[in-house]
């Protein structure tokens, strides 16, 4: 019985960390079953092998490691999506935390259950997805797509509000072409990170009004480091010793009077 995972001994007590844990530990359901049932033909003592029955995991332990890990999910992958080189802007994050809102809110059982017992769906689910594609071409997906699937949304549904009547008639083109353009759009492209940027720069020319509300507030930067900094303990102690308040650090920050 041959697997290429393993299961961390060192799990830090972060959300991700645990979810690393538990999805290594489904993984190897079957050979942590085969442990416990073989366990009297182990070469161990009759205290070891009764201290090991102890642990033994029951059917509602699964379900519950199971549940976590379909709860966990989403903060994974939100946590990758947006971790890099460089700064997460406002449009990725905003997007994240939306879409992670929305699933903690909602309820539903379906999406619990088949994650509890997955495996005759998702090859049923798999084999009516790969049907449906116009070119029979495996394509792994991106965590962009596993992040909209752990969340449980397949498409985005743009709808515009009847309401806002004193809109000028710019803006209300603007967003009908828009309505069509993006629903073109996610037919034609794998969805990324970087399918906001490659979208705003193919229609800026049709959308100039609101492709410059897309420079504004899409490319804000979401956070004051850079994604890396965000989650490195390094950076952290030196942000927090370059606050310190020193001699060195003070005749940096000292103006003079008359020059103020």
Same mark, same amino acid.
């Given at each position: 019985?041959?697997?290429?995972?393993?299961?961390?001994?060192?799990?830090?007590?972060?959300?991700?960390?645990?979810?690393?844990?538990?999805?290594?530990?489904?993984?190897?359901?079957?050979?942590?079953?085969?442990?416990?049932?073989?366990?009297?033909?182990?070469?161990?003592?009759?205290?070891?092998?009764?201290?090991?029955?102890?642990?033994?995991?029951t059917i509602e332990n699964w379900d519950l490691l199971s549940v976590l890990?379909?709860?966990?999910?989403?903060?994974?992958?939100?946590?990758?999506?947006?971790?890099?080189?460089?700064? +997460?802007? @406002?449009? /990725? =994050?905003?997007? &994240?935390?939306?879409?992670?809102?929305?699933?903690?809110?909602?309820?539903?059982?379906c999406s619990e259950q088949n994650d509890v017992h997955p495996l005759e769906?998702?090859?049923?689910?798999?084999?009516?997805?790969?049907?449906?594609?116009?070119?029979?071409?495996?394509?792994?997906?991106?965590?962009?797509?596993?992040?909209?699937?752990?969340?449980?949304?397949?498409?985005?549904?743009?709808?515009?509000?009847?309401?806002?009547?004193?809109?000028?008639?710019?803006?209300?083109?603007?967003?009908?072409?828009?309505?069509?353009?993006?629903?073109?759009?996610?037919?034609?492209?794998?969805?990324?990170?970087q399918s906001a940027k490659i979208f705003w720069k193919a229609h800026k020319?049709?959308?100039?009004?609101?492709?410059?509300? +897309?420079? @504004?507030? /899409? =490319?804000?930067? &979401?956070?004051?480091?850079?994604?890396?900094?965000?989650?490195?303990?390094?950076?952290?102690?030196?942000?927090?010793?370059?606050?310190?308040?020193?001699?060195?650090?003070?005749?940096?920050?000292?103006?003079?009077?008359?020059?103020?």
């Open positions: 019985m041959k697997t290429n995972k393993n299961v961390n001994n060192d799990c830090p007590t972060r959300r991700n960390s645990t979810f690393v844990l538990i999805d290594a530990i489904i993984d190897l359901k079957h050979v942590i079953i085969k442990l416990f049932t073989e366990k009297w033909s182990l070469n161990l003592r009759k205290d070891q092998v009764i201290k090991l029955a102890k642990l033994e995991l890990r379909f709860v966990l999910k989403p903060f994974y992958l939100a946590t990758k999506m947006m971790s890099g080189k460089e700064y +997460a802007t @406002i449009g /990725l =994050s905003y997007y &994240a935390i939306n879409e992670i809102k929305c699933f903690c809110a909602k309820d539903d059982k769906s998702s090859s049923n689910d798999n084999s009516t997805s790969s049907s449906t594609l116009s070119a029979q071409i495996e394509v792994k997906p991106s965590v962009f797509d596993e992040f909209i699937a752990a969340c449980g949304q397949e498409e985005i549904i743009l709808t515009s509000n009847n309401k806002e009547k004193s809109k000028r008639i710019s803006i209300n083109e603007e967003l009908k072409y828009f309505k069509l353009a993006v629903q073109q759009f996610n037919a034609a492209v794998q969805p990324s990170t020319d049709r959308l100039p009004l609101l492709t410059h509300l +897309a420079k @504004i507030h /899409l =490319s804000a930067c &979401a956070t004051s480091v850079p994604s890396e900094s965000a989650f490195s303990q390094s950076a952290f102690i030196g942000r927090k010793e370059r606050s310190r308040i020193t001699g060195e650090n003070l005749a940096y920050s000292v103006f003079l009077k008359d020059k103020l």
